[in-house]
């Protein structure tokens, strides 16, 4: 069985350009999560989905991110205009039956993002 | 608030030593779910095992087990006869209904 798939693996920009990354969940699984990794802040919940809906963007940093979940099987995390600041780890995961962040999340590689 | 603690910061040990991993939590609810995951130095997040608050009995996989103790709000892992493959950052995370909150991570390191 496949795992969770993100694209890029690693993503390399210049302050103020437009960064997306995308997200494959498990079949079957109704719920994702976006999460970033910083040495600073640690793992930080960003937005999740369950059934394709928002369900809590409280942990979207900024206006500069957007999450979408247009069907059951692709998510994308925007970062539009991006800064340094937003370097880091940036990790989907995805659960199955309920949808609720008590389910089991299993992650994907990540996405290494380095903004100049 | 819900917050989980891992103290240690690193430990280091040689390898077939066996090692325990602590972890505190605090919450306030009756029902709340505990994880550990584990981030090899590649990179990704592996899930390791779950357990509900209903659910004291201590659990064995292999080289692994976790001591689960309401009393004491914790939720241990150790590993029996370390191998350098366990080098890694351990996250210990807790949940209700609502977010995963997880600890700062204990980077383990063995050495051969």
């Known amino acids: 069985d496949a795992g969770v798939i993100q694209s890029p693996r690693h993503e390399v920009t210049e302050m103020g350009q437009e960064v997306t990354l995308r997200c494959k969940p498990i079949?079957?699984?109704?719920?994702l999560f976006w999460y970033r990794q910083t040495m600073m802040r640690g793992l930080e919940l960003l937005i999740y989905?369950?059934?394709?809906?928002?369900?809590?963007d409280s942990g979207m940093p900024e206006d500069r991110f957007s999450a979408k979940m247009p069907n059951a099987s692709f998510s994308t995390l925007k970062i539009q205009p991006s800064e340094p600041r937003d370097s880091a780890v940036y990790f989907c995961?995805?659960?199955?039956?309920?949808?609720?962040?008590?389910?089991?999340?299993?992650f994907g590689p990540g996405t290494r993002l380095l903004v100049l | 608030a819900q917050k989980v603690t891992q103290a240690q910061t690193e430990i280091s040990v040689v390898e077939k030593e066996d090692v325990t991993l602590d972890c505190v939590y605090e919450?306030?609810?009756?029902?709340?779910?505990l994880f550990w995951y584990k981030q090899p130095p590649s990179g990704e997040l592996v899930f390791l095992i779950r357990?509900?608050?209903?659910?004291?009995q201590n659990e064995i996989s292999g080289r692994y087990s976790w001591n689960f103790q309401k009393s004491t709000s914790s939720f241990n892992f150790t590993i029996t006869a370390s191998q350098v493959v366990d080098s890694a950052v351990y996250f210990c995370?807790?949940?209700?209904?609502?977010?995963?909150?997880f600890g700062t991570g204990t980077r383990l390191q063995v050495f051969p």
């Open positions: 995961a995805s659960s199955a039956g309920t949808g609720l962040p008590r389910e089991t999340q299993y």
């Open positions: 079949s079957g699984h109704n719920s």
């Open positions: 989905f369950n059934n394709n809906v928002p369900i809590d």
């Open positions: 919450t306030r609810d009756t029902t709340y779910y």
């Open positions: 357990r509900n608050s209903f659910d004291e």
């Open positions: 995370a807790l949940t209700r209904t609502d977010k995963l909150i």
